[in-house]
């Protein structure tokens, strides 16, 4: 471990002490989890019996009903340890939070039958297409990122119900359906993120009943805090922010205590003693610092929202999609120079190094982390300055909706 401390805020010592004592498990599964294409039995069970599965379920299910900044710190704190154990953490604990949130009573006691919580995975987008019918809908599609289905016990997805006008933003829902009732392919087959278990799934004329699906936008928050009412594209902030940040600070971390053993072949000295690593080391560790404090600035004044009263929601938009952006951005070069100082020896399987940066170049594909997002800060900034008279205001920038 190096010498490096990351300032905690709502994370508790039980609860850090908690993570803590995932580590063995999760690192030592982290290259088989990789091989696998999935997690192994022990570290989802470490993961579960840890309640880490349910940091974003409301309380009233049993689940810890973290606040943003809290969910951040939980979420970074994992993937301090193990990228895709910390991504697979996110992914099944926002999911699950936010499907118990908002199906009916029937559907959450079904969900609850079994003796343990349920865990979703699932694709939000809507790449399922549905027909509305007496009691439901029956929806046919087939699904990419199913992070974690392998272990999960239900499975979301989006879906268009019905024909949209022409013209208009379609009717977009999220259903959710025992996994026993859906088709896995086993086609998880990449670069990065391998231990996510990210495989494909398929429906077809699956029957929904109602309750067990809800609008996209402003679903009914049946269960939890305010915070359940934030528009969807804020809540994931959390969950991207803390994985890309706690895989950056582990590759800082790894580096400066390698680098102090570390020599190239014919030098007498170490890497740790070149003034240029030195230099970088010192740099990268400002610019995460940096980065860190703003996400952490967002996510303090995300949780004292007033969701019930917010009228500025594309300017929200702008500033916390764009924060997340950079705050990977900076992961994800932090985690290249950290590989760049690790020499030959970091190019190999076992290297943490190596997986850290191709576990951070695929996270950072996701949608929510799209460059686009520069465009919309920019467009915002121009309107700002009073020259365009709102022309350009939202002309491409993410639309805000409530969630």
Do not use: C
Not at 151 to 164: D, F, Q, R, S, Y
Request: aromatic letters at 8%; hydrophobic letters at 40%; glycine letters at 10%.
């Amino acid at each position: 471990m190096s010498g490096f401390h990351w300032q905690r805020f709502e994370l508790t010592d039980e609860l850090n002490e908690s993570i803590e004592s995932l580590r063995p498990v999760l690192q030592e599964t982290e290259v088989t989890a990789e091989q696998d294409r999935r997690l192994p039995a022990a570290a989802v069970e470490a993961l579960r019996e840890s309640g880490m599965l349910q940091v974003a379920s409301p309380r009233s299910t049993g689940g810890l009903e973290a606040s943003p900044l809290l969910e951040f710190e939980i979420y970074e704190a994992v993937s301090r340890i193990a990228t895709a154990a910390g991504w697979t953490t996110f992914i099944g604990s926002f999911h699950t939070g936010w499907v118990l949130s908002h199906v009916s009573d029937k559907a959450l006691k079904e969900m609850f039958a079994d003796a343990e919580a349920p865990i979703v995975a699932g694709q939000l987008a809507p790449m399922g297409r549905a027909i509305a019918e007496r009691g439901g809908i029956r929806v046919t599609g087939r699904y990419s990122w199913g992070s974690g289905i392998n272990h999960a016990t239900w499975v979301m997805g989006g879906t268009i119900v019905g024909e949209p006008e022409p013209a208009q933003r379609p009717p977009m829902f999220v259903w959710v359906a025992p996994k026993s009732q859906v088709e896995v392919t086993d086609n998880w087959f990449v670069s990065g993120l391998s231990g996510s278990g990210s495989m494909d799934f398929a429906v077809n004329d699956l029957f929904i009943p109602d309750g067990y699906w809800f609008p996209y936008v402003a679903p009914k928050v049946y269960r939890g805090g305010e915070h359940y009412a934030a528009p969807l594209l804020l809540q994931v902030v959390p969950a991207h922010g803390g994985l890309a940040l706690g895989a950056a600070e582990r590759a800082l971390g790894e580096i400066a205590r390698i680098a102090a053993t570390k020599r190239r072949q014919l030098s007498t000295t170490t890497v740790a003693d070149r003034g240029a690593f030195q230099r970088d080391l010192g740099a990268a560790y400002h610019r995460l610092s940096a980065a860190r404090a703003y996400i952490v600035e967002l996510l303090t004044a995300l949780s004292s929202t007033d969701w019930s009263n917010t009228e500025n929601l594309d300017e929200l938009a702008t500033t916390y999609v764009g924060a997340l952006t950079y705050v990977t951005e900076v992961a994800v070069e932090t985690a290249a120079f950290a590989y760049k100082y690790g020499g030959g020896s970091a190019a190999r399987l076992e290297s943490p190094l190596q997986r850290i940066l191709r576990d951070l170049q695929v996270a950072q594909q996701h949608t929510a982390l799209a460059d686009t997002s520069y465009e919309a800060t920019g467009r915002w900034a121009i309107d700002l300055s009073g020259d365009t008279q709102g022309a350009v205001v939202n002309n491409g920038a993410p639309k805000m909706v409530r969630s």
